[in-house]
């Protein structure tokens, strides 16, 4: 959106931290501490400076929609005290309450592709998706995007190496991409690793091993779907390796190397015996130049030969479900009859259709978040009358 870009870019485009018109920066691979809460609260303080009229209520979430001959009409909340208070709506309710992954019910009901794997947050219960059913919306039909992945164990998280599932057995063409391993996760054996959610105490999917030699800096350009990242840069996801390693999660870091295969799959948890039959199979592969196995393009296949090993072992969880309430051009929430439940937006992951198919498309960056900022200033400016 030119007219959101436009805002954006006076709003934050400097990265000062003395500014306070710095609202939020996250960078595309690594730790994000700050979130798109922290964002919130920033802007709302800001503008409260500029409107000291603005009333604000936190804590204070939405148990109910209040309807009037067909049309929303305000929304009740509940305080912390338990106290409920009537919010009427002037004009409209806008409904930004993000996704539903940790509602196992929905997730059961709209996305079980999701259901044996962790989620990366939490509080996303998709009280916004039964407000808005409740008040005569329409979820959009089965089929709901999922965004997955694991950029915290290590990077190179897209090159397509060798892939083992936690029994050390090979699973997939590597070339299919980072977007869609999740797909091919689903069917692969649970695992007990750190950084378990609640629902999956005795583990989950989502685990696999990434796995090469030291010769990966020699390879040819086109052998990297991104590129090589030196040794260097590498050890600080090596637990142990780098003292006070910037810029990484260190509770989620998860990449090792080793002199020895058998030592790697000691360290990555594999069953030596088998992951060795792998790379052997593999290297075959390699030698004879055509992935008979899976199909990987040649260019992707190099043999697993020079010491030291390297793997990763890589956690895809959940990030956000980016399906829900039907909705228009303009946000408007769509009953069964395709038509808007007068008085009601749907905004961000909330709303949908959008991305029309299962997986969330990485290959676009900062698409989920440009969605969400530019159909949540629509859906404010449609309900002023202003389009």
């Not at 500014?19 to 700050?34: N, S």
């Not at 309807?67 to 930004?96: M, P, S, W």
């Not at 590597?174 to 583990?203: C, T, W």
């Not at 890589?314 to 909705?327: D, L, M, N, Q, Y």
Request: net charge negative.
């Amino acid at each position: 959106s030119g007219d959101f870009t436009g805002l954006w870019q006076d709003r934050g485009s400097t990265y000062d931290y003395g500014d306070d018109h710095c609202y939020f920066w996250a960078p595309w691979i690594g730790p994000k501490p700050l979130n798109v809460g922290n964002a919130l609260r920033n802007i709302v303080d800001n503008v409260r400076k500029e409107h000291p009229n603005l009333e604000v209520f936190f804590s204070t979430p939405a148990v109910q929609l209040v309807t009037e001959n067909g049309r929303v009409t305000g929304v009740i909340g509940k305080d912390r005290d338990g106290c409920y208070t009537l919010f009427r709506a002037a004009k409209a309710v806008i409904l930004a309450t993000g996704d539903y992954t940790n509602n196992p019910a929905m997730v059961a009901r709209w996305c079980p592709d999701i259901a044996e794997f962790d989620k990366k947050q939490f509080g996303k219960t998709g009280d916004g998706h039964v407000l808005a059913v409740s008040a005569g919306a329409q979820m959009e039909p089965v089929g709901h995007t999922k965004m997955m992945h694991d950029f915290d164990s290590a990077l190179m998280f897209e090159e397509p190496c060798l892939y083992l599932n936690i029994h050390g057995e090979r699973f997939t063409n590597e070339y299919n991409g980072f977007v869609y391993i999740g797909n091919r996760l689903r069917d692969q054996p649970a695992y007990k690793g750190s950084m378990l959610d609640a629902d999956h105490p005795d583990g989950s999917k989502g685990w696999y091993c990434a796995i090469y030699d030291s010769s990966y800096m020699d390879w040819d350009k086109a052998s990297f779907v991104d590129g090589p990242v030196p040794p260097f840069v590498m050890e600080k996801f090596i637990p142990g390796a780098v003292e006070n390693p910037q810029g990484v999660f260190r509770n989620l870091i998860d990449l090792h190397r080793c002199d020895t295969l058998e030592q790697l799959a000691a360290e990555l948890d594999l069953p030596c015996e088998t992951m060795l039959a792998s790379v052997a199979r593999y290297n075959q592969l390699c030698a004879q130049g055509c992935d008979t196995d899976f199909g990987k393009p040649a260019q992707y296949l190099h043999p697993i030969m020079q010491p030291p090993f390297w793997g990763a072992r890589k956690h895809i969880r959940v990030s956000a479900e980016v399906s829900g309430i039907r909705t228009n051009a303009y946000a408007q929430a769509l009953g069964a009859d395709g038509k808007p439940v007068a008085g009601l937006y749907c905004a961000g992951n909330l709303g949908g259709p959008f991305f029309g198919g299962a997986d969330y498309p990485f290959h676009q960056t900062g698409l989920s978040l440009g969605r969400c900022y530019t159909f949540g200033m629509i859906a404010a400016k449609h309900a002023l009358g202003r389009l």
